[in-house]
C-alpha cells in the first residue's frame, strides 16, 4: 500500500485491490507512508 501510495494512486484503487472496505483503514497506512516520507531521518540519509 506505502507503494501504491507513493505512485499517487487514489484510495479507491487500492481499496479495491487489497479488498478494505474502510477508507479509514487505508488513510491510517497512507498517513503512516507520508510520515516515513517526511521524515527528518530520511532527508539525513538515516
Not at 479488498?19 to 507512508?33: F, I
Amino acid at each position: 500500500m506505502t507503494q501504491a501510495t507513493r505512485a499517487g494512486l487514489a484510495d479507491e484503487v487500492i481499496m479495491a485491490h487489497t479488498r478494505h472496505r474502510d477508507a479509514k483503514t487505508v488513510r491510517r497506512y497512507v498517513r503512516r507512508a507520508r510520515l516515513l516520507d517526511d521524515s527528518p531521518a530520511r532527508e539525513l540519509g538515516l
